[in-house]
């Protein structure tokens, strides 16, 4: 592809796969080069809960999000999603994966050479998240029921607690002058003792005969 350059790209559009939300439903595109601090801004905006006036008191509205992305945002899409359950709980979580369609077209670096224009065609991979308040269907493919990601946060800190109270296994001291020293004195120890044998032993008279 070294005689051409890219001219233009055109990504097919893909339809929320999620039927019966609200019309209104925010839904978040999540992009390679998007800052995380700037969709969780957004995010959390949405979906965590504000104090209600007086007069509107009584049964809370539902509260729901779709996160979409494709290629290499999908997991940023993915970490973001799971930020937001963390701050906010009792959230439940649909998921589908479909992919997206995204055409591509070369032009010949020189027109005059006799090339062909170039239309490529890919297939990136792409995913919707819907996070909402409400109840759903605990029969449908890609469901998470609200509070699982609470329980795997909490059995992972139980298990770090567990691990900090037994404390770390003491270190086992080496012995200065283990083996040289020992071996140089007990050397030494041997040598005493012989010395010793030698000193303290009694020679034998030879018998008188007689004068």
Request: a positive charge.
């Amino acid at each position: 592809m070294e005689n051409y350059s890219k001219a233009r790209t055109v990504e097919s559009a893909c339809e929320c796969p999620f039927s019966g939300i609200p019309a209104d439903t925010p839904q978040i595109l999540v992009k390679d080069g998007s800052k995380i601090r700037n969709l969780l801004r957004f995010a959390l905006s949405r979906m965590e809960a504000k104090p209600r006036p007086p007069e509107e008191e009584g049964e809370e509205a539902s509260r729901q999000l779709v996160f979409t992305a494709s290629g290499k945002g999908v997991a940023k899409a993915i970490t973001c999603v799971e930020m937001v359950k963390r701050r906010v709980k009792g959230l439940h979580q649909l998921t589908r994966l479909a992919y997206r369609t995204v055409v591509e077209v070369w032009e010949p670096l020189e027109p005059d050479a006799g090339l062909d224009s170039l239309t490529v065609n890919r297939n990136l991979p792409a995913i919707w998240i819907l996070l909402t308040t409400a109840p759903l269907d605990p029969e449908q493919p890609g469901y998470q029921p609200a509070g699982r990601y609470d329980t795997l946060w909490a059995l992972g800190a139980s298990r770090e607690v567990g691990g900090a109270s037994s404390g770390p296994r003491p270190a086992h001291r080496r012995k200065r002058g283990g083996g040289g020293g020992g071996g140089g004195g007990g050397g030494a120890g041997s040598a005493r003792g012989r010395t010793g044998g030698r000193n303290t032993g009694r020679t034998r008279e030879a018998p008188k005969g007689p004068s």
